[in-house]
């Protein structure tokens, strides 16, 4: 009895074993791995490119507008009711990472309490395309305009009234 408690130890260590090895014989670890890299004439450059006066109406000293890379300025002369000035700024895509248009931020000097009269300079515009989804790929450009306007029902104004505003048009890197 004793030498078959034996044989089947045997038998069961053996078979313990060859499990053992079929296991790792039928086992296998994969690794993957990579690196990446960006490339080295990838470049974000979205910017301003131009601002011209596009249209006047009426006595109006549009000045000469100026431009950097992010700020356009203009400054503009009105003599009367009616009077108006459009500004056309040309925003371009310089990179090679196509853009979205996002959003426009518009900061008009409020004209309400001791500025109310500044309520007769009218600011309006067109954005350079439908925010969150106007792409201005690499090499395009778009435009937006800015008018201001001598508001025509204006009955008295204090002669030297201005009135500033900001336009902030933000774009963001497209969807892939």
Do not use: C, H
């Not at 969150?132 to 009955?155: H, M, N, P, Q, R």
């Not at 009234?161 to 497209?174: E, K």
């Amino acid at each position: 009895m004793k030498d078959n408690k034996n044989l089947i130890i045997a038998i069961l260590l053996a078979a313990v074993l060859v499990m053992s090895v079929g296991y790792a014989a039928l086992s296998t670890s994969l690794q993957v791995g990579g690196t990446a890299t960006i490339a080295t004439n990838a470049k974000w450059d979205v910017e301003i490119t131009g601002i011209t006066v596009k249209s006047t109406t009426g006595n109006v000293t549009p000045g000469t507008p100026t431009f950097t890379a992010t700020t356009a300025t203009f400054n503009t002369t009105l003599a009367q009711p009616g009077d108006s000035a459009t500004y056309e700024v040309t925003i371009e895509n310089k990179g090679t990472i196509d853009a979205t248009y996002s959003s426009v931020t518009r900061a008009i000097e409020a004209a309400t309490g001791d500025n109310a009269v500044k309520g007769v300079i009218v600011y309006s515009d067109t954005e350079p395309g439908t925010a969150g989804s106007t792409v201005l790929a690499a090499g395009e450009s778009k435009t937006a305009t800015i008018t201001v306007k001598f508001d025509d029902s204006a009955t008295t104004v204090d002669a030297g009234t201005s009135r500033t505003a900001t336009y902030t048009y933000q774009f963001v890197q497209a969807s892939a």
